[in-house]
Nanobody, 128 residues
């Protein structure tokens, strides 16, 4: 069972930055896609970003492309989400998720689906 632990959430003003971290208990073929999705109260879940750990290929949701950057430290088995130019609409609970890649493809829109069966507890991000 892959265990994921998020950290780094908090409150920030509009235009500010935050960096989230997600540490995984393992980097294996069943967790070679890692990513983030978010959910705000009363809204549907939204894929934010994902990364293929084999070669660090990133994928981004349309609403965050150009503002957020996903990266990894392979040795530490940790994925990061650097969030910049934050907006109030970025306010949500952010969840780390992991699953098996299809080749090298880690669809960001699938981060909250069964394709990413492993999930962390979530970390709150509030932008005001």
């Amino acid at each position: 069972h892959v265990q994921l632990v998020e950290s780094g959430g908090g409150s920030v003003q509009t235009g500010g930055s935050l960096k989230l971290s997600c540490s995984s208990s393992e980097y294996t073929s069943r967790s070679n896609c890692m990513g983030w999705f978010r959910q705000a109260p009363g809204k549907e879940r939204e894929g934010v970003a994902s990364i293929y750990t084999g070669d660090s290929t990133p994928y981004y949701g349309d609403s965050v492309r150009g503002r957020f950057t996903i990266s990894q430290d392979y040795v530490k088995k940790t994925v990061y989400l650097q969030m910049s130019s934050l907006k109030p609409e970025d306010t949500a609970m952010y969840y780390c998720a992991a699953g098996r890649a299809e080749g090298r493809w880690c669809p960001v829109e699938a981060t909250f689906s069964n394709l990413f069966p492993y999930r962390g507890q979530g970390t709150q991000v509030t932008v005001s």
